[in-house]
């Protein structure tokens, strides 16, 4: 089964400073990506997602994330935090898991807190 | 506006006692999902439905049931059976794509035993 690794539960940034969050997976096969926020009380968005071509995608917000399928990882950047950014964040492999469907896994996710 | 609507915001239960969540979703999706959060457990998938009158277990369907008569809803029972009901519950829905489509969320409902 595949299986999805965060490797932050709680980081702790000031406003402006450079924001890196690591994900990896383990499955072998083809992968989609995602990476989806929860901001307080709201609902899970979408962030940014890959699927193929170029490994560096951008998202919403100048979110951008990796692919380096070497090392089975998608990690998520951005070069300055604002608070706004304060929020919990959800890696998701999306997989083949047989009979046509695909499967989405979730990571356990990442707080940020962004300090003004 | 098109989106995903779960009701009811906050649900209590007694023990023993069999409750129903709702979802509907008005995006012409045909896939649905249901997803259980826990704090610092993320999300894992209680069941989910690609096509109507169809639906398959994910990692966590012990103590849940779900149907699918209608494409727009997928209803959600926790029963008796679930012994550690408390929790956050997210209904999800995408269209079909070979796994490139993401999932659209609902607000959740937060289920709490009396």
């Known amino acids: 089964a595949q299986s999805v690794s965060q490797h932050n539960h709680h980081v702790i940034l000031s406003e402006a400073a450079s924001l890196e969050l690591g994900c990896n997976y383990s499955?072998?096969?083809?992968?989609?990506l995602f990476w989806y926020v929860q901001y307080p009380g709201q609902h899970l968005q979408l962030l940014l997602k890959y699927f193929s071509g170029d490994p560096l995608v951008k998202g919403i917000k100048g979110f951008e994330a990796e692919f380096i399928k070497s090392k089975f990882s998608f990690n998520l950047r951005k070069p300055s935090v604002q608070w706004s950014d304060t929020a919990e964040y959800f890696c998701?492999?999306?997989?083949?898991?047989?009979?046509?469907?695909?499967?989405?896994?979730f990571g356990k996710g990442t707080k940020l807190s962004v300090i003004p | 506006d098109g989106g995903i609507t779960q009701s009811p915001k906050y649900l209590f239960r007694k023990e023993g006692q069999n409750v129903t969540l709702s979802c509907e979703q008005n995006l012409n999706h045909d896939a649905m999902y249901w997803y259980r959060q826990d704090p610092g457990q993320g999300l894992r998938l209680i069941y989910y439905s690609q096509i109507v009158n169809d639906f398959q277990k994910g990692d966590i369907a012990e103590g849940y049931s779900v149907s699918r008569e209608k494409k727009e809803s997928f209803p959600l029972t926790v029963t008796s059976a679930q012994k550690n009901p408390t929790a956050f519950y997210l209904c999800?829905?995408?269209?079909?794509?070979?796994?490139?489509?993401?999932?659209?969320f609902g607000d959740g409902t937060r289920l709490s035993i009396l």
């Open positions: 998701a492999v999306n997989a083949y898991s047989g009979a046509g469907s695909y499967q989405l896994t």
């Open positions: 499955y072998g096969g083809t992968v989609n």
């Open positions: 999800a829905s995408s269209s079909m794509g070979q796994g490139r489509q993401p999932q659209h």
